[in-house]
Protein backbone atom coordinates (compact mmCIF):
# COMPACT_ATOMS: atom_id res chain seq x y z
CA UNK A 1 0.00 0.00 0.00
CA UNK A 2 1.48 3.47 -1.08
CA UNK A 3 1.96 5.75 2.08
CA UNK A 4 1.61 9.76 1.39
CA UNK A 5 2.60 12.14 3.98
CA UNK A 6 2.57 15.98 3.59
CA UNK A 7 3.88 19.08 5.76
CA UNK A 8 3.58 22.58 5.80
CA UNK A 9 6.41 24.70 7.06
CA UNK A 10 5.71 28.54 7.55
CA UNK A 11 8.83 30.68 7.68
CA UNK A 12 9.98 33.98 7.02
CA UNK A 13 11.86 34.58 4.00
CA UNK A 14 12.74 38.60 3.89
CA UNK A 15 10.20 40.71 2.77
CA UNK A 16 7.69 37.74 2.88
CA UNK A 17 6.06 34.82 4.62
CA UNK A 18 6.12 32.16 2.55
CA UNK A 19 4.56 28.36 3.37
CA UNK A 20 6.77 25.57 1.76
CA UNK A 21 4.57 22.63 1.30
CA UNK A 22 5.98 18.90 1.03
CA UNK A 23 4.09 16.04 0.06
CA UNK A 24 5.75 12.53 -0.36
CA UNK A 25 3.75 9.90 -2.41
CA UNK A 26 5.40 6.44 -3.77
CA UNK A 27 8.52 7.82 -2.43
CA UNK A 28 8.58 11.21 -4.11
CA UNK A 29 8.98 14.55 -2.94
CA UNK A 30 6.99 17.64 -4.59
CA UNK A 31 7.42 20.77 -3.12
CA UNK A 32 5.09 23.97 -3.82
CA UNK A 33 6.54 27.45 -2.41
CA UNK A 34 3.25 29.61 -1.28
CA UNK A 35 3.94 33.19 -0.69
CA UNK A 36 2.04 35.24 1.70
CA UNK A 37 2.29 38.65 2.19
CA UNK A 38 2.43 39.60 6.17
CA UNK A 39 2.18 36.69 8.73
CA UNK A 40 -0.60 34.41 8.28
CA UNK A 41 -2.93 32.94 11.12
CA UNK A 42 -3.90 29.36 11.20
CA UNK A 43 -7.33 30.01 10.34
CA UNK A 44 -5.81 32.25 7.10
CA UNK A 45 -3.34 29.12 5.87
CA UNK A 46 -6.28 26.64 6.21
CA UNK A 47 -9.05 28.72 4.26
CA UNK A 48 -5.98 29.33 1.78
CA UNK A 49 -5.31 25.98 1.44
CA UNK A 50 -9.29 24.63 1.19
CA UNK A 51 -9.60 27.57 -1.36
CA UNK A 52 -6.46 27.25 -3.42
CA UNK A 53 -5.86 23.96 -3.23
CA UNK A 54 -6.37 22.84 -6.98
CA UNK A 55 -3.98 26.16 -8.25
CA UNK A 56 -0.74 24.93 -6.41
CA UNK A 57 1.54 24.01 -8.63
CA UNK A 58 3.92 21.49 -7.23
CA UNK A 59 7.75 20.75 -8.59
CA UNK A 60 8.32 17.64 -10.53
CA UNK A 61 9.00 14.70 -8.03
CA UNK A 62 12.52 13.72 -6.68
CA UNK A 63 12.98 10.23 -5.76
CA UNK A 64 14.56 8.67 -3.05
CA UNK A 65 12.28 10.17 0.30
CA UNK A 66 10.39 7.82 2.49
CA UNK A 67 7.63 9.59 5.12
CA UNK A 68 8.38 9.01 8.44
CA UNK A 69 5.50 6.63 10.23
CA UNK A 70 6.42 5.64 13.39
CA UNK A 71 4.95 7.34 16.41
CA UNK A 72 6.53 9.91 18.19
CA UNK A 73 5.46 10.85 21.98
CA UNK A 74 3.70 13.84 22.30
CA UNK A 75 6.54 15.98 24.20
CA UNK A 76 9.39 14.52 22.19
CA UNK A 77 6.94 15.96 18.79
CA UNK A 78 6.85 19.45 20.98
CA UNK A 79 10.13 19.47 21.08
CA UNK A 80 10.91 18.66 17.92
CA UNK A 81 8.77 21.35 16.21
CA UNK A 82 10.37 24.33 18.36
CA UNK A 83 13.51 23.02 17.55
CA UNK A 84 12.26 23.29 13.41
CA UNK A 85 11.01 26.56 14.65
CA UNK A 86 13.99 28.17 15.29
CA UNK A 87 16.00 26.21 12.52
CA UNK A 88 14.86 28.22 9.61
CA UNK A 89 16.88 26.41 6.54
CA UNK A 90 14.68 24.97 3.96
CA UNK A 91 16.08 20.49 3.81
CA UNK A 92 18.25 19.98 0.37
CA UNK A 93 15.34 18.06 -0.81
CA UNK A 94 12.87 20.28 -0.99
CA UNK A 95 15.46 22.77 -2.23
CA UNK A 96 16.30 21.03 -5.20
CA UNK A 97 12.95 20.13 -6.31
CA UNK A 98 12.02 23.87 -5.69
CA UNK A 99 15.08 24.77 -8.15
CA UNK A 100 13.75 22.28 -10.05
CA UNK A 101 10.56 24.05 -10.29
CA UNK A 102 12.08 27.37 -11.04
CA UNK A 103 14.46 25.82 -14.27
CA UNK A 104 11.23 24.53 -15.66
CA UNK A 105 9.29 26.99 -15.58
CA UNK A 106 12.59 29.35 -17.17
CA UNK A 107 12.81 26.92 -19.64
CA UNK A 108 9.38 27.43 -20.45
CA UNK A 109 8.97 31.15 -20.61
CA UNK A 110 12.41 30.84 -22.68
CA UNK A 111 10.55 28.68 -25.86
CA UNK A 112 7.38 30.93 -25.82
CA UNK A 113 9.51 33.59 -25.76
CA UNK A 114 11.64 32.03 -28.94
CA UNK A 115 8.47 31.62 -30.45
CA UNK A 116 6.93 34.82 -30.08
CA UNK A 117 10.17 36.25 -31.45
CA UNK A 118 10.19 33.89 -34.16
CA UNK A 119 6.59 34.87 -34.96
CA UNK A 120 7.40 38.25 -35.01
CA UNK A 121 10.27 38.68 -37.33
CA UNK A 122 8.17 36.55 -39.86
CA UNK A 123 5.47 38.77 -39.85
CA UNK A 124 8.21 41.98 -40.15
CA UNK A 125 9.38 39.68 -43.21
CA UNK A 126 6.00 39.21 -44.60
CA UNK A 127 5.10 43.14 -44.29
CA UNK A 128 8.92 43.91 -46.18
CA UNK A 129 7.13 41.51 -48.82
CA UNK A 130 4.17 42.69 -49.34
CA UNK A 131 6.02 46.47 -49.39
CA UNK A 132 8.46 45.39 -51.75
CA UNK A 133 5.66 43.78 -54.23
CA UNK A 134 3.37 47.03 -53.88
CA UNK A 135 6.78 49.03 -54.85
CA UNK A 136 7.35 47.20 -57.75
CA UNK A 137 3.83 47.16 -59.19
CA UNK A 138 4.35 50.49 -59.93
CA UNK A 139 2.18 53.56 -59.89
Same mark, same amino acid.
Given at each position: ??? !?????? !????? %???????? #??? @?NKLEV?????? $??????????????????????? %????????????????????????QKNTEIG??????????????????????????????? #??????? @? $? $????????
Amino acid at each position: MDE !ISAKLT !ILFED %PFWIGLYE #RIY @KNKLEVCKITFG $KEPTDGEVYEFMLKNWRKLRFSP %PVKGVKPVKEKINPKRMQREINKAQKNTEIGTKSQQALKLQQEQIKDNKKAIKKIKREEEAK #RQFELKQ @K $K $KKQKHKGH
